[in-house]
């Protein structure tokens, strides 16, 4: 199913409809090439419309993550960044504190460490909501 499609049946379950300013922020996030804050995407969004706020941006992402079409993200540096998932699976985040630059890891990956930390600290972890700061392998080459 396309994301979309997932959309459209979403906000009629919950009697609201696909507007145009929101089919605006869902076309800005497709066409996103890597992880972009809430003002970037805003940014975009207004070359195409003037008749969308910020608010309207900020509003929009969080009905997108609540259907997982996005995934929202604090890259360590207080500000959330946002990527579209599209209908694909969460996943985790690793972001370097060097250059800023983002990494997507399937949930698989870190199955053992969220089960650790389920096991022994009894906390269960958000599906794509945990990020991981360090160094990538480009900057540890610097």
Do not use: W
Not at 19 to 39: I, Y
Request: charged letters at 25%; proline letters at 3%.
């Amino acid at each position: 199913m396309s994301c979309e499609k997932l959309l459209r049946d979403y906000l009629r379950k919950r009697g609201l409809r696909l507007t145009h300013q929101r089919e605006l922020v869902l076309s800005v996030l497709h066409e996103l090439e890597a992880p972009a804050t809430a003002e970037e995407i805003f940014a975009r969004v207004r070359t195409r419309s003037q008749n969308v706020d910020i608010s309207t941006v900020y509003r929009t992402l969080e009905l997108f993550q609540e259907l997982r079409l996005v995934s929202g993200f604090d890259a360590g540096d207080g500000i959330r960044r946002y990527e579209h998932l599209g209908v694909a699976a969460p996943h985790h985040h690793l972001v370097c504190q060097t250059c800023g630059k983002s990494l997507s890891v399937p949930l698989a990956e870190l199955a053992s460490l969220t089960a650790y930390l389920a096991e022994t600290y009894h906390f269960t972890t958000d599906p794509g909501g945990l990020t991981l700061s360090g160094v990538c392998a480009t900057c540890q080459k610097a």
